[in-house]
């Protein structure tokens, strides 16, 4: 029979930690194991049984109220297989989801020049243990933005009434593995200088290409970075994450010509998508974020004043 508290459901303490990492309460759940003991089969069938039922379930589940999508037996135009999703992958396919619906988007876009950075980061990559990317530039740049625009750092109160504004800085980057985007957290930012926070993502990515992430990993970002500079394209709109307010993307840095007031001079412009909750930032204080932004990062001298 199904237990009528999940605090009082028989499980063990694994299957307890499975059903906490998929957002399902035990309450509910049948179990078939010896004196109705719940497997992780069970919690399993159980998320199977809540995804096939009716439009309107999983739509109060999702807190969309949409219809589902309808089912197509794709089969009778040809061949077919069928692929299990990874878990992480399932987990943030519906945060993604409920975010992009719930959340207001507007992406701001704009250029950096980081012909002198880069230049700089050439020069200093090979003296440090860590490997310098501009991952860790662009955190530590980000990280000194927020500090005159703190409401970058905020979210939004459960009532909608009121900002929560967090004096911490700990910033999240997306991050590409084999089971799905993940995103870890580097805490403190603003303590730490870019060498440091250079060797915090190399160690925070190994963990997560190697599926070892912990909760207290991917916890606390008041603001993330999706960066597409190692991939290309040349801008695209990052989902914020929530329930922070902003995130930005970075896309494959390009040499253009920009007139200098009596030439063209080839100049490395990185590409930038700023994406943000509406119901909290208005155009113009994002335009003015991205813009002190993108200053800090063509003269990076500004992140040390």
């Not at 989801?97 to 992406?107: G, M, R, Y």
């Not at 005159?148 to 800085?169: C, H, T, V, W």
């Not at 089971?179 to 990515?205: R, Y």
């Not at 335009?287 to 992140?303: G, K, M, P, Q």
Request: proline share 5%; aromatic share 6%.
């Amino acid at each position: 029979a199904p237990a009528t508290r999940g605090a009082l459901a028989h499980a063990s303490p694994s299957v307890r930690k499975f059903a906490r990492e998929l957002d399902v309460t035990l309450e509910g759940v049948t179990g078939t194991g010896p004196k109705n003991r719940i497997l992780k089969e069970d919690v399993q069938n159980h998320v199977k049984q809540a995804m096939k039922g009716d439009g309107a379930a999983r739509g109060a589940q999702t807190g969309t109220g949409l219809p589902a999508q309808p089912e197509v037996d794709f089969s009778k135009f040809g061949a077919v297989e069928t692929v299990e999703l990874a878990r992480i992958r399932k987990i943030s396919s519906r945060h993604l989801h409920k975010s992009w619906l719930l959340i207001p988007h507007v992406t701001q876009y704009a250029e950096a020049d980081v012909t002198d950075l880069e230049a700089f980061r050439q020069a200093e990559k090979d003296k440090h243990a860590a490997k310098l990317t501009m991952l860790p530039f662009l955190i530590k740049a980000v990280c000194h933005a927020i500090e005159q625009f703190p409401e970058f750092a905020s979210s939004l109160s459960a009532d909608g009434n009121s900002l929560i504004m967090k004096q911490y800085r700990h910033i999240g980057f997306a991050a590409d593995t084999p089971n799905g985007l993940m995103v870890p957290v580097v805490k403190d930012v603003d303590q730490k200088g870019v060498v440091q926070i250079a060797a915090d993502t190399a160690s925070l990515a190994g963990k997560a290409r190697d599926g070892k992430l912990g909760p207290a990993d991917m916890q606390g970002a008041v603001f993330s970075i999706s960066s597409l500079g190692g991939i290309g394209g040349t801008a695209f709109t990052p989902i914020v994450n929530s329930p922070e307010v902003g995130i930005l993307g970075v896309s494959r840095n390009e040499v253009k010509p920009v007139w200098s007031g009596s030439e063209f001079v080839p100049r490395t412009m990185m590409p930038l998508s700023l994406s943000y909750d509406h119901r909290v930032i208005d155009g113009a204080y994002a335009a003015r974020f991205v813009v002190h932004l993108a200053s800090l990062l063509s003269d990076y001298r500004r992140v040390l004043l």
